[in-house]
């Protein structure tokens, strides 16, 4: 069925693409066979970036010198827990990552496949663990750190304890290797969205903050840290140069945690200085080969390819080649703005986490290129568009210019591309509940870009069996207690940031904060013009659905339908007035429509299943809904928990029977059996009315349209669910609306 499935769909694409995809193919396969006879000759590491003499460019300015105190405390206490080594990441509770560690495994899945390592100051432990034509530099790198340091595992699954090797090449590193592996668990460590807590925890104790340790202590962790990983990780070798999109992560991150060292005064000396630069050029070259793009869907992982190859090429000093780099991402960045955000601001991944990490992207990625110096925003004129790219082509110097609203300053990104940005932080505005927490829609896992500011809160360490029932066997380490916990569903960081950057800040939830800052420094401290305000409902083209005749044409449909067709809910409000200062916000792109009072906030799902018809990140929940009544959720969309380590457990997640949506027993409306990250829009998802008098939706999934309406009234909401066939409707339950799927906000599952 997959089989048929796939020839059907190349055979839908026209003969120029087939071309393509068949030549990109042949082109990928031949170069990886290649390179990997070659990488095992030679080294891969580049050790003299061309430009030696030039240091890496700074943009950041002295971040706030008085932070609140309960920052501090949580910006040391974290920093505190990375000095350990210790790291919470996709639900794996706080653990300290190390050679030969014991894992507690995965859903009864354990794995022993790690052992301790005795280090020693010259490297030759290293010996049997990396490729032998890398051996002499990886030592030459690990005599940099210092002696005491403990290693970190970078390419152990620390969930399930399966390790991946450091000599085995990149593409050859199986991804879903055996049951209950993740491979996600060692792509996310080696992001090292970690460091930039370090950089400020480094702020704080040069202010001689009461709990912080010497300023050198958070930077030579940073130094050894780096070190490590290029040690034990050569280009093109091991887990964590796999996926392109988390090398461009991973190197985004150093650049910006080094920044903040040196913007605050830290030095480093210039061996280290000389490793660095020399393999932040390496992440750039791995980017520029082996581009995630795709000649009919590029997705979050070609943009963060772009937004990683930018980066680097804004810090390394000017060359010819890093000056193509730089117009290519420059040019690919405002490419991807325009192709994968809607006009209403969404995100075309289909998934309000997705929306978060695409947009985190575009945005650090705008504000890099606001605030080019002159030397860079010269390279964008006098590039060489020369043919060394695996993707789209260069388009010849220069690059187009356009003015900055608000500015006397040209930029080579469009106006529009600033109306889009605008939008972008209103469909994140939108989507928050009155808790300061995101609907689920789609895929969430956790998937961040830079974490500048995460939030947090503490628990007590004996109250985490009781939250999370992923850590029931959790023992904890002791350096975790308090226990932090991280928010994955406030997303009110990029609100913020955003309108930082507009100078909109009024507008915002909370305080101006780091990352606000940091996204201005990176502009330039240049503050943009908003464009005119804009309504709560954005535009709908020519989609109208507002009018009464609509509702009456819906509502007729829905009463033409015999009692055993339908099923009707009631979900009361004690004592409250939902309708009152009502208001309606929709973004018809997306799929999303959203009723909103003091008292009430209501979300409806009705919509395609994004990346233009491939449903990577999607969800069978059309026609699915949330709800919230004074703060509390009624509600709610169960999340994503996991991915490739046990598909039944994906699929479970992403089936109809885990959203409170119409269904038909043992059917899915959109299959779900073919493959993990792809999914047909068979149910076609239409809004035929949302208004004053409420929302009716209908859907082909199960042949037969499937209608829902709902109408709010004062003190309840009114749900009615009708099949215009055969087929009967699953009565559901309210008060066990997920079919007892617990809730997943990225990766963990909590009780409470």
């Known amino acids: 069925m ?12 026209p003969p120029r693409i087939i071309l393509q995809k068949i030549l990109r193919l042949i082109q990928r396969q031949w170069r990886s066979n290649v390179v990997q006879k070659l990488d095992l000759l030679r080294p891969t590491y580049s050790q003299n970036f061309p430009q030696t003499s030039a240091p890496l460019a700074t943009y950041l300015k002295i971040p706030p010198l008085d932070p609140p105190v309960a920052d501090s405390e949580q910006i040391l206490s974290l920093a505190d827990l990375y000095l350990n080594h210790t790291f919470d990441l996709l639900g794996s509770g706080w653990i300290q990552v190390r050679h030969g560690m014991d894992c507690r495994g995965l859903e009864n899945h354990r794995y022993a496949m790690g052992s301790a390592r005795k280090t020693d100051p010259q490297g030759t432990w290293l010996k049997h663990r990396v490729n032998a034509s890398n051996k002499n530099y990886s ?6 750190i210092a002696t005491d340091y403990i290693p970190i595992d970078w390419q152990l699954d620390f969930k399930s304890g399966y390790r991946w090797q450091e000599k085995k090449p990149a593409s050859q ?64 070798f091991g887990v964590n140069w796999h996926c392109p999109m988390d090398v461009g992560i991973r190197v985004s991150n150093w650049l910006v945690a080094y920044d903040l060292f040196k913007s605050q005064g830290a030095s480093f000396d210039t061996e280290f200085e000389q490793a660095f630069k020399n393999s932040v050029y390496d992440h750039g070259l791995y980017i520029i080969q082996n581009l995630e793009w795709n000649p009919t ?47 209403d601001g969404s995100n075309f991944e289909g998934s309000t986490s997705y929306h978060r990490l695409s947009a985190e992207m575009i945005l ?12 860079k925003r010269e390279a964008l004129k006098l590039y060489d568009p020369i043919s060394i790219f695996s993707g789209p082509k260069l388009q010849k110097a220069p690059l187009p210019f356009f003015p900055v609203p608000g500015l006397d300053q040209t930029s080579p990104l469009p106006p529009t591309h600033f109306e889009k940005l605008e939008r972008v932080a209103d469909f994140t505005r939108a989507i928050m509940k009155p808790n300061g927490q995101a609907i689920q829609i789609g895929d969430n896992d956790s998937g961040r870009f830079l974490k500048l500011h995460p939030e947090f809160h503490k628990a007590e360490l004996n109250e985490i069996h009781a939250l999370y029932q992923n850590l029931h066997d959790y023992t904890g380490s002791e350096s975790a207690n308090p226990y932090w916990i991280e928010d994955h569903l406030n997303h009110s960081h990029l609100i913020r940031a955003i309108d930082a950057l507009f100078g909109k800040q009024a507008d915002s939830p909370g305080p101006v904060d780091i990352e606000a800052q940091i996204v201005c420094d990176l502009a330039g ?17 020519n989609r109208n659905f507002s009018s009464d005749l609509s509702w009456q044409e819906g509502k007729q449909k829905l009463d033409a339908l015999s009692s055993k067709q339908c099923n009707t809910y ?33 979300s409806i799902r009705c919509g395609p299943v994004g990346q233009n018809g491939n449903g990577g990140h999607a969800h069978n929940d059309a026609l ?32 109809v029977k885990a959203h409170f949506a119409p269904y038909v027993d043992q059917q899915e409306p959109n299959p779900i059996d073919r493959h993990l990250f792809q999914m047909e829009d068979r149910a076609q998802a239409q809004c035929l009315y949302f208004g004053n008098n409420g929302f009716i939706g209908m859907h082909t999934g199960y042949g037969a349209p499937v209608y829902r309406l709902i109408q709010v009234e004062d003190d309840r909401l009114i749900i009615k669910d009708g099949i215009d066939g055969p087929q009967k409707l699953v009565p559901l339950d309210p008060l066990n609306p997920t079919h007892g799927l617990p809730f997943s906000s990225g990766y963990g599952i909590r009780l409470h």
């Open 2 to 13: 997959r089989l048929k499935k796939t020839i059907k769909t190349i055979l839908s694409l």
């Open 139 to 144: 030592k030459k790198i690990w005599r940099m």
């Open 173 to 236: 590193c199986s991804a879903t290797p055996l049951p209950g592996v993740d491979i996600k668990v060692p792509w996310e460590l080696s992001r090292m969205q970690h460091l930039p807590q370090l950089a400020m925890a480094y702020g704080l104790a040069s202010q001689n903050t009461e709990g912080a340790q010497q300023p050198e202590t958070y930077s030579n962790e940073f130094s050894n840290q780096i070190l490590d990983f290029i040690a034990t990780n050569p280009p093109r």
């Open 297 to 343: 869907l590029r997705s979050n992982h070609y943009l963060a390819d772009i937004v990683g190859l930018l980066f680097v090429s804004a810090y390394l000093p000017r060359s010819p080649e890093t000056d193509t780099w730089l117009a290519f991402s420059v040019q690919e960045l405002i490419h991807a703005m325009e192709e994968q955000f809607h006009t």
């Open 364 to 375: 650090y990625g705008t504000a890099l290129i606001l605030g080019l110096p002159d030397g």
């Open 525 to 541: 401290g240049k503050t943009l013009t908003p464009s005119k305000p804009k309504t709560s409902t954005p535009d709908t083209g």
């Open 570 to 602: 009631e979900i009361f409000a004690h004592e409250h007035n939902l309708k009152s200062s009502l208001k309606h916000f929709c973004f018809p792109d997306f799929g999303l429509y959203l009723m909103v009072s003091p008292t009430m906030f209501f």
């Open 624 to 655: 699915s809904i949330e709800l919230q009544i004074d703060g509390i959720d009624r509600i709610t969309d169960p999340g994503s928990y996991l991915y490739t380590p046990l598909p039944e457990i994906r699929n479970a997640y992403r089936s």
